[in-house]
């Protein structure tokens, strides 16, 4: 299986990039937006059929898109000068993966627990419990181990949270989705590169629908 890696930067001057891309329903608008560049009438989810992922990143040069899928996407799908849209393959990325290399990486997340019914009830908590601090630290540290990944440095910047109506028609437009997000950076040995290559093509953790859970990997060069 071949995944996809696309690159958007957003034209300042498009309208539709900058409705995407602002107001606390981010996610949800991006979530709209790329699906778009996929093809129509698949069967349950189109997210999880495409293998879709993505993420905004903001960077010295301004706001781009990453969006990761397990099919090239079609970028004539987006409106009229939307920005540039640049795709590759990360198949020479995954094949040289390997146990001991050191990389940078990066994630957006939505670090959560779901406390017992004993502890819901005792402290009436809600079924999901947002992560923050040190506790989405430990949060990072177990979903890196589970992804073949032994964290080296880690750095923690929470985001904004998303909000919004899950969809605008129907039953979807009566639901509110609350997503905490947190930015993972830092440094990371690989310990299974097979586990880690499952892990980047499903993703890490919920929120995936929103902007979460893209993790993305830059090796760094080896000392001769």
């Given at each position: 299986?071949?995944?996809?890696?696309?690159?958007?930067?957003?034209?300042?001057?498009?309208?539709?990039?900058?409705?995407?891309?602002?107001?606390?329903?981010?996610?949800?608008?991006?979530?709209?937006?790329?699906?778009?560049?996929?093809?129509?009438?698949?069967?349950?989810?189109?997210?999880?059929?495409?293998?879709?992922?993505?993420?905004?990143?903001?960077?010295?040069?301004?706001?781009?898109?990453?969006?990761?899928?397990?099919?090239?996407?079609?970028?004539?799908?987006?409106?009229?000068?939307?920005?540039?849209?640049?795709?590759?393959?990360?198949?020479?990325?995954?094949?040289?993966?390997h146990k001991g290399i050191i990389a940078n990486y990066r994630c957006v997340a939505n670090p959560v627990r779901k406390p017992r019914a004993t502890s819901r009830e005792a402290y009436k908590l809600p079924p999901v419990v947002a992560l923050s601090g040190?506790?989405?630290?430990?949060?990072?540290?177990?979903?890196?181990?589970?992804?073949?990944?032994?964290?080296?440095?880690?750095?923690?910047?929470?985001?904004?949270?998303?909000?919004?109506?899950?969809?605008?028609?129907?039953?979807?437009?009566?639901?509110?989705?609350?997503?905490?997000?947190?930015?993972?950076?830092?440094?990371?040995?690989?310990?299974?590169?097979?586990?880690?290559?499952?892990?980047?093509?499903?993703?890490?953790?919920?929120?995936?629908?929103?902007?979460?859970?893209?993790?993305?990997?830059?090796?760094?060069?080896?000392?001769?």
């Open positions: 299986m071949t995944l996809w890696l696309t690159r958007i930067v957003p034209s300042p001057s498009s309208d539709d990039a900058r409705r995407d891309l602002g107001g606390s329903d981010q996610g949800i608008r991006l979530h709209q937006r790329m699906l778009q560049m996929f093809p129509d009438g698949v069967e349950g989810s189109a997210r999880a059929a495409f293998g879709v992922l993505f993420r905004a990143d903001e960077t010295p040069g301004g706001p781009q898109i990453l969006l990761q899928s397990q099919m090239a996407p079609d970028p004539s799908r987006l409106p009229d000068a939307y920005g540039n849209v640049e795709t590759c393959s990360l198949d020479s990325l995954l094949s040289n993966l040190n506790a989405a630290v430990e949060w990072w540290e177990r979903q890196s181990t589970t992804a073949g990944l032994e964290p080296l440095h880690i750095n923690a910047h929470p985001l904004a949270t998303i909000r919004g109506h899950r969809g605008l028609n129907g039953r979807a437009a009566k639901q509110r989705i609350q997503i905490s997000r947190t930015q993972f950076d830092g440094t990371a040995r690989v310990l299974d590169a097979d586990l880690l290559r499952e892990k980047i093509a499903a993703g890490i953790g919920r929120g995936k629908a929103y902007g979460c859970g893209l993790l993305t990997l830059a090796p760094m060069r080896q000392r001769s």
